[in-house]
């Protein structure tokens, strides 16, 4: 980016760090799951396997995925020994023993020996890295990857990109030519786009997604918009090109990681339908589909060997797949917004299903044996509910049963190294679930909350205050920071009581908190009463 920039960068931003994020998408029990839609095998994750993430970052979903999942073996890489660093440590903070991180580039990782991986996941690495990376990543994967095993890519598509490639161009040359540090380069670039808005070019008219969505940058983290904008290397990719590229290591596409994407009824409009259903190749199929959501990010499902499931395996598969909530009962409301506009799930087939995985998550065959869900039909039909509320983001496929104990002790583990790095301002936004196998998203009041009911603090309120007033920080309501202790406190408190009512028994049903829905500890204490 700049003649102070190490030479080993490649041209990717190392300057700045890169924001600390969980991607669900990357959860071996979600890529099973998608592969299981389109009726494909994949790798059993009931008995130990192995799992590689490419350009790992900070090093949170890894470690995550690998607390939440004992019987994987994970490897990690990244080429910023920063990020490796950070991995390793919360890594030794959490006692997590099943994941190793490795600082090698991507071409590097051909002399390394290692084992071959059930899944290889890269996200938000393969339109961020030059064209001789992405062939060092499909050699990799060749060379490693089971036959069978699993590959998740994202990268940014075309055509949604396509408007706002020309101002990315044009920040990235003003940011080059900008004296200071990174964040100081990147504001200054952001600044210079939205000189050039007022300044009428024709541009934006020409292209009317683009001002809003670079209002939207001035509001974001520089450590974000370094690495999503301001790469030296930075490809748009067609769905065409990225099946090519995996072609080389033997692959076939499955199916989106975006579940929802997965229901032609929820991503193709009526008016549509008669021109996307007359294509039969599934490669342009999904090229299509690209064009009607005006698709700017993938995030594709690969196998190597596609080896697909007899009806009678699918249906012993179907019955034995188990899910869970993933949020609280009463948020799951019958409208739901999908890319064809808002639908609604009809309350007298899917509130039985909900109902039932309230009290905690079942199997398939489990959930057929309640009469209100038997009697709505057969176990396709029911299949269908499920994956549906899966799409649409209500349940999500969880671990079996069996080894949930374990997990739970490796995740409460993980967890409490979390919040304690959450005491010190150095939040995350996920936990780990020991029933679904992946993260769920607390926000940094909830886990001040979780904080305070692990250190038996009766009143989890004025323990959040203690903890913001203590760093001169206070909430914001409606968009505006609260004033004063009594604003800040009142909020907190009514924070506190959905916490306690509606947040706490999801995250005990989903193994984040411990302890029973009815532990004393629990209650909101306000005035040294319970609540």
Not at 92 to 100: L, W
Not at 274 to 289: C, F, M, N, S
């Amino acid at each position: 980016m700049t003649d102070a920039q190490p030479a080993w960068t490649e041209g990717y931003i190392a300057e700045v760090e890169y924001t600390t994020g969980f991607y669900s998408e990357m959860a071996p029990a979600l890529l099973c799951f998608a592969a299981l839609l389109k009726g494909v095998h994949a790798p059993a994750i009931d008995r130990p396997f192995t799992y590689f993430e490419l350009g790992c970052g900070q090093g949170l979903s890894a470690n995550l995925l690998a607390a939440a999942n004992p019987l994987g073996r994970f490897f990690a890489n990244d080429f910023n020994p920063t990020h490796v660093l950070n991995g390793r440590a919360l890594a030794a903070e959490a006692g997590i023993g099943n994941v190793t991180f490795l600082e090698k580039s991507f071409g590097e990782l051909a002399g390394v020996e290692l084992p071959e991986f059930d899944f290889i996941t890269l996200h938000g690495v393969y339109s961020w890295i030059s064209e001789e990376n992405r062939r060092a990543v499909v050699d990799f994967i060749r060379r490693r990857l089971r036959p069978g095993g699993v590959v998740y890519v994202s990268y940014n598509s075309l055509p949604g990109w396509a408007p706002m490639a020309p101002l990315r161009r044009l920040m990235t040359e003003y940011a080059m030519h900008q004296p200071g540090p990174m964040p100081a380069k990147i504001a200054a670039a952001v600044d210079f786009g939205a000189k050039l808005k007022e300044a009428g070019a024709k541009y934006f008219g020409a292209n009317p997604t683009v001002a809003p969505r670079l209002d939207r940058l001035r509001g974001q983290s520089p450590n974000y918009l370094a690495h999503e904008y301001f790469n030296l290397d930075w490809a748009l990719l067609y769905h065409a090109d990225v099946v090519r590229d995996m072609t080389g290591a033997k692959l076939s596409f499955v199916g989106s990681a975006n579940l929802v994407e997965q229901f032609d009824d929820f991503v193709v409009t009526p008016k549509a339908k008669p021109v996307y259903a007359g294509i039969t190749d599934p490669v342009l199929r999904e090229t299509v589909k690209d064009f009607l959501l005006n698709q700017q990010f993938r995030r594709d499902v690969f196998v190597r060997g596609v080896p697909r499931m007899m009806p009678e395996i699918q249906a012993d598969a179907l019955a034995a797949t188990r899910f869970a909530l993933r949020v609280p009962r009463r948020a799951c409301t019958p409208k739901i917004k999908v890319p064809v506009g808002q639908i609604e799930l009809p309350e007298a087939s899917y509130g039985p299903v909900l109902d039932a995985l309230d009290s905690g998550a079942r199997t398939v065959g489990e959930l057929m044996t309640v009469p209100k869900i038997a009697a709505l039909g057969s176990i396709f039909q029911l299949w269908r509910s499920l994956t549906v509320l899966a799409a649409v983001g209500y349940a999500a496929p969880a671990l079996a049963e069996a080894g949930e104990e374990e997990r739970s002790r490796i995740t409460e583990r993980f967890n409490g190294a979390v919040l304690g790095r959450t005491l010190k301002g150095l939040s995350s936004p996920y936990l780990a679930s020991p029933v679904l196998g992946t993260g769920v998203r607390v926000d940094r009041v909830d886990q001040l909350f979780l904080a305070a009911l692990r250190e038996k603090r009766r009143d989890i309120a004025e323990f959040a205050w203690g903890w913001l007033s203590e760093r001169r920080q206070v909430l914001s309501k409606d968009g505006k920071p609260l004033q004063g202790a009594e604003e800040n406190r009142k909020e907190l408190a009514r924070l506190a009581d959905g916490f306690v009512g509606k947040t706490l028994p999801l995250l005990r049903r989903l193994g984040v908190a411990a302890g029973g829905p009815g532990t004393v500890e629990a209650r909101v204490i306000r005035g040294g009463q319970p609540k």
